[in-house]
């Protein structure tokens, strides 16, 4: 059974920063695509980052790259989302998600609805 556990929310000053990890058990790690998506209220569910599980490329959202560094650790089964420079805008549910599919095209598949298995998200608010 996949399992995905995302921790390291919380809350955070405009300006700081946070680390997200999420945990996964149940499927062979280093074959699947992996992503992080966020949802703010009263917003749809956006794209953070994704990591292809074939070539490891990496795509970022628009609105956080070069603030944002996703990771795997395959031998950890771990996936790490380092956020710095944080603000406001950055306020959300922060959700890890996983797929068997390689999307070595990852800039083209870091959509939500590519992605078959998710965790239950982790709250990361961004305030003064």
């Known amino acids: 059974q996949v399992q995905l556990v995302e921790s390291g929310g919380g809350l955070v000053q405009p300006g700081g920063s946070l680390t997200l990890s999420c945990a996964t058990s149940?499927?062979?790690?280093?074959?699947?695509?992996v992503a992080w998506f966020r949802q703010a209220p009263g917003k749809e569910r956006e794209a953070v980052a994704c990591?292809?599980?074939?070539?490891?490329?990496?795509h970022y959202g628009d609105s956080v790259n070069g603030r944002f560094t996703m990771s795997r650790d395959d031998a950890k089964n771990t996936v790490l989302l380092s956020m710095n420079d944080l603000d406001s805008e950055d306020t959300a549910v922060y959700f890890c998600?996983?797929?068997?599919?390689?999307?070595?095209?990852?800039?083209?598949?870091?959509?939500?609805?590519?992605?078959?298995?998710w965790g239950q998200g982790t709250q990361v608010t961004v305030s003064s």
């Open positions: 998600a996983a797929d068997p599919r390689t999307f070595d095209n990852i800039s083209k598949f870091c959509r939500d609805y590519y992605f078959a298995n």
């Open positions: 149940g499927f062979r790690h280093d074959k699947y695509a």
């Open positions: 990591i292809s599980g074939g070539t490891r490329s990496t």
